[in-house]
């Protein structure tokens, strides 16, 4: 019987991480590299990839980077050939590259909602199709792990944000999760979802300068909002075989939001 720290540890094995350069993807990224996961990251700028590949390699993880664009087919079958090239195959996928846009409904322009559509569950689709095909079926071995959000879980509160292909996307993403967890278990995969409360990053940086912290926090159980650790362990659980039989599961990381 292995242990507590063999079940978490990801010696050996390989991961790629969408929107990896920044924020949330960074983070997750620094867990399973501090557990051992060899790391590709992928996002569509260069420098900022560069500049994450530096930091997890001051902390001691092998990575790599790739830069694609999760909105373009062709950048995004190029990415899954590359990676498994790089890596050999994967065994962690984390789909955690995003895009939002704020507009009344009744206005939201049609170029957004594509915008929104196309990297947040169509891009996301193409990209795991693709590596489960090509690496995890075959193998009969994968982690997916996609990223959702408290966003895809119901509305926004009048007076807040007007997201709605964000939300949509994100609610697609839910059962995404959960249909492809009923299709692809018997090969051995397990599919689950991160659904974040308010972190501070580049795409709630807007939101949270209009609205303060302090306000957004008001509503939450723990009165703040998550920090650049709060994934970490959920993702490591998800990713690990301390979750091997966990599978079309999302769990809300928001400071108790979602529950009140």
């Not at 557990?35 to 996002?43: D, E, H, N, P, T």
């Not at 994968?142 to 895809?152: L, M, T």
């Not at 949509?168 to 995404?176: D, P, R, Y």
């Not at 278990?185 to 689950?192: C, K, M």
């Amino acid at each position: 019987m292995r242990t507590i720290q063999q079940l978490f540890d990801l010696t050996g094995k390989t991961a790629l991480v969408t929107g990896g350069s920044r924020g949330l993807g960074l983070q997750i990224a620094e867990a399973l590299g501090e557990q051992g996961a060899r790391i590709v990251l992928s996002a569509r700028k260069a420098d900022e990839l560069q500049s994450a590949q530096i930091h997890l390699q001051a902390r001691g993880i092998t990575v790599d980077w790739i830069a694609a664009d999760g909105s373009r087919e062709a950048d995004i079958a190029d990415l899954a050939d590359k990676a498994l090239d790089r890596l050999g195959h994967v065994d962690i996928l984390v789909n955690n590259a995003g895009a939002t846009w704020g507009a009344p409904a009744e206005d939201y322009p049609t170029d957004a909602w594509d915008k929104v559509m196309n990297l947040n569950i169509r891009g996301l689709f193409l990209l795991t199709q693709r590596i489960g095909k090509l690496s995890m079926i075959p193998r009969r071995y994968g982690r997916v792990v996609n990223v959702a959000s408290i966003a895809g879980l119901s509305g926004n509160p009048p007076g807040t944000m007007k997201t709605i292909a964000y939300n949509t996307s994100k609610g697609a993403v839910i059962n995404f999760t959960r249909t492809l967890a009923g299709e692809w278990g018997e090969h051995n995969i397990t599919v689950n979802a991160l659904a974040p409360g308010f972190f501070p990053s580049k795409m709630t940086q807007g939101s949270i300068a209009r609205l303060g912290a302090e306000a957004m926090s008001a509503g939450v159980p723990l009165r703040r909002l998550g920090d650049d650790e709060d994934l970490k362990g959920a993702a490591l659980l998800f990713a690990s075989e301390a979750g091997k039989h966990i599978t079309g599961q999302v769990l809300a990381i928001d400071g108790g939001a979602s529950a009140v």
